[in-house]
């Protein structure tokens, strides 16, 4: 099975025993590489003061750079940080009009 690490964004095969995988369950693992690297898109959000919102869809997602996109909802996954920028991970994002 392939999954896509949620902070990197990088597919790869998974090598985690069975339902103990750190990157998502079983809807969250593909049977090719392939079908791994299309089933997401990462959707950053960047405010204003430099913090990042990233999103992996499991769906393509249509939008423009500089497009102002309202999130209707969503879950925080995880908090952190990546190459020293404020990160936080969401999941079950809902976007208006998506
Ligand atoms: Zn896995």
């Given at each position: ?8 964004g ?29 089933a997401?898109t ?7 003061d430099?913090?990042?919102?990233v999103?992996?869809?499991s769906?393509?997602?249509e ?5 102002v ?12 940080s ?17």
């Amino acid at each position: 099975m392939f999954r896509v690490n949620p902070t990197t964004g990088d597919a790869g095969p998974c090598r985690a025993l069975s339902g103990k995988c750190p990157f998502g369950g079983a809807n969250e693992h593909f049977t090719s590489i392939e079908g791994a690297e299309k089933a997401v898109t990462r959707v950053t959000f960047r405010g204003e003061d430099n913090h990042e919102l990233v999103w992996w869809a499991s769906k393509h997602i249509e939008v423009e750079e500089d497009e102002v996109v309202k999130v209707k909802s969503g879950k925080i996954k995880k908090l952190g940080s990546y190459n020293g920028v404020d990160q936080t991970t969401l999941k079950n994002v809902r976007l208006e009009g998506f």
